[in-house]
């Protein structure tokens, strides 16, 4: 009954594959109204549509998360659409690969303006919002990257990106907790998804496929109930937390 969203509006960045896929799935059929937003709106209104067949409400749209005035645009749909925002699943991240000496500026800056400059955006927008409202759920999208080094890494700007998702969960989560909005992070370990399979990211595949005592990589569906928990009532003493999910590799 804690765990049921029935009545909550919801969005999903990033929401067109992958993991924002399958949260956004957990969070409509938990009770939510779910915006799917990614950068390709096709994804978007594709995944918005399967929710509607499932009898979900939801909305698809685009937005570039590390735009300003798409974030901007985003949360003015909903509030139109809705009246209002109660769970924010900042979702959306990029992985791009190279050896750290060679990382170039612009590979540094575009990990950086998706996965945090984003993330700060997201959070600001959503976040006035839930302050107002003196209620709200932020759940981040880290990755067990902000606590261990994966190995053989070659992700310099993704791991330095993702510690800052945490920190700035902390930071939001104790600054905003008094006034009713709870801000944690989920931090999946590797997650079969489009993301992962990848030309850059598919020869790492193999490797880290040792080092999981789960002995398998990881399916969205793994991570769905713990959206559903941090976005839930069940959580609500619950804030800054960094929920690790990652059948055990950061412990090897
Ligand atoms: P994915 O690449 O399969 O899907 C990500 C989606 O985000 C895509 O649909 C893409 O279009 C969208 N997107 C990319 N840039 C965007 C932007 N600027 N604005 C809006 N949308 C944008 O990735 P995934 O594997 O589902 O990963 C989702 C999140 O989980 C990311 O933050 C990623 O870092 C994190 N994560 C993934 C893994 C993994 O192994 N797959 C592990 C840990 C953390």
């Given at each position: 009954?804690?765990?049921r969203?029935?009545?909550?509006v919801?969005?999903?960045?990033?929401?067109?594959?992958?993991?924002?896929?399958?949260?956004?799935?957990?969070?409509g059929e938990?009770?939510?109204?779910?915006a799917v937003?990614?950068?390709?709106?096709a994804?978007a209104?594709?995944?918005?549509?399967?929710?509607?067949?499932k009898?979900?409400?939801?909305?698809?749209?685009?937005?570039?998360v590390?735009?300003?005035?798409?974030?901007?645009?985003m949360v003015?749909?909903i509030?139109?659409?809705?009246g209002?925002?109660?769970?924010?699943?900042?979702?959306?991240?990029?992985n791009?690969?190279?050896a750290s000496?060679e990382t170039?500026l612009e590979?540094?800056?575009?990990t950086?303006n998706?996965?945090l400059r984003?993330?700060f955006?997201?959070c600001q927008?959503?976040g006035r919002?839930m302050?107002?409202?003196?209620y709200g759920?932020i759940i981040n999208?880290?990755?067990?990257?902000?606590l261990?080094?994966?190995?053989?890494?070659?992700?310099?700007?993704?791991n330095a990106?993702?510690?800052g998702v945490?920190?700035?969960?902390q930071?939001?989560?104790?600054?905003?907790?008094d006034r009713?909005v709870k801000v944690n992070?989920?931090?999946?370990?590797?997650?079969?998804t489009?993301?992962?399979?990848?030309?850059e990211?598919?020869p790492l595949?193999r490797?880290?496929l040792?080092?999981?005592p789960?002995?398998?990589?990881?399916?969205?569906?793994?991570?769905q109930a713990?959206v559903?928990?941090?976005?839930?009532?069940?959580?609500?003493?619950?804030?800054?937390h960094?929920l690790?999910?990652e059948?055990?590799q950061?412990?090897?």
């Amino acid at each position: 009954e804690r765990l049921r969203l029935d009545g909550r509006v919801a969005y999903v960045t990033g929401g067109g594959q992958g993991i924002g896929r399958a949260f956004a799935h957990a969070l409509g059929e938990a009770g939510a109204k779910v915006a799917v937003v990614d950068l390709v709106l096709a994804r978007a209104e594709a995944v918005a549509c399967e929710l509607s067949l499932k009898g979900i409400k939801s909305l698809g749209l685009a937005a570039d998360v590390s735009k300003p005035e798409d974030v901007q645009r985003m949360v003015d749909a909903i509030v139109a659409r809705w009246g209002t925002i109660h769970i924010a699943c900042n979702n959306a991240g990029i992985n791009l690969n190279s050896a750290s000496e060679e990382t170039s500026l612009e590979e540094w800056d575009k990990t950086f303006n998706v996965n945090l400059r984003g993330l700060f955006l997201c959070c600001q927008a959503a976040g006035r919002i839930m302050l107002n409202q003196g209620y709200g759920k932020i759940i981040n999208t880290a990755s067990m990257a902000s606590l261990i080094v994966p190995h053989p890494q070659k992700q310099l700007a993704y791991n330095a990106s993702k510690a800052g998702v945490v920190k700035l969960t902390q930071t939001l989560g104790t600054e905003w907790i008094d006034r009713g909005v709870k801000v944690n992070c989920i931090s999946p370990g590797i997650v079969d998804t489009p993301l992962i399979r990848s030309r850059e990211l598919r020869p790492l595949v193999r490797h880290w496929l040792a080092d999981i005592p789960a002995g398998r990589l990881a399916q969205p569906t793994d991570l769905q109930a713990a959206v559903v928990y941090l976005a839930s009532e069940a959580s609500d003493y619950m804030t800054g937390h960094n929920l690790v999910i990652e059948g055990g590799q950061s412990l090897w």
